[in-house]
Structure formats: structure tokens, C-alpha cells
């Protein structure tokens, strides 16, 4: 698909109009997909400093059965603080589109 091509059909108007459809729509997942890797980045560099200097006091070859176990709860317990925070942040973004009336895709 050409974003730049004209059509040369009967109605142009609607096949320049799907046309548009399809390019906004592709446009917005490639948006969200990129939106959500870039969270999921956020999440691991967040669960590397915080995890990491609470449980790891001193770096080695290995890790420890305590470090170990501490790295999963922290793991665990950030991770279940990230979505909770993450979905309460849609809920309200979608009840501010619906109070102005927008259509905003999630």
C-alpha cells in the first residue's frame, strides 16, 4: 500500500478515505506496540535498580538461595505494583476521553 498514490477508481473520495483508515490505524498500533516496549524497558531497568541493590549486597558468581528468593518477592511485588499503577492510569485516561466526547484507541 503506497501512502502517497492516488486512486484512480469511480469514488475516489472513498477509496482515499480507506486508504487513510488503514494508514491512521496502522500507525496507532505501531504506536502502541512501540509504547509498550518501551514500558516493558522501564519495568526491567526499574527491576534491575531497585531488586538488584535491595537484595544483592555482595555481587558474585552466583547467587545465594536468600538473594534468590529475595529477587522473586521484589520481582513479584514490583511487577504487581506496575499493573495495578498501569491499569488504574487507563482507567482514568478512559474516563477522561469519555468526558470529552473523544474516541482514543487503548
Excluded: H
Excluded at 487513510?20 to 516496549?37: D, G, M, W, Y
Excluded at 531497568?45 to 541493590?53: G, R, T, V, W
Amino acid at each position: 500500500m503506497a501512502i502517497f498514490s492516488s486512486s484512480s477508481s469511480s469514488t475516489p473520495e472513498t477509496s482515499d478515505q480507506q486508504s487513510s483508515a488503514e494508514i491512521k490505524n496502522a500507525l496507532i498500533k505501531q504506536v502502541q506496540t512501540e509504547a509498550a516496549v518501551t514500558n516493558a524497558r522501564a519495568l526491567v531497568a526499574k527491576l534491575n535498580e531497585n531488586c538488584f541493590d535491595r537484595c544483592i549486597s555482595t555481587p558474585g558468581s552466583r547467587l545465594s538461595p536468600s538473594e534468590s528468593t529475595c529477587l522473586s518477592a521484589c520481582m513479584e511485588k514490583y511487577i504487581s505494583m506496575w499493573n495495578a499503577t498501569s491499569k488504574a492510569y487507563l482507567n482514568r485516561v478512559t474516563e477522561e476521553q469519555k468526558k470529552l466526547g473523544g474516541n482514543a484507541a487503548f
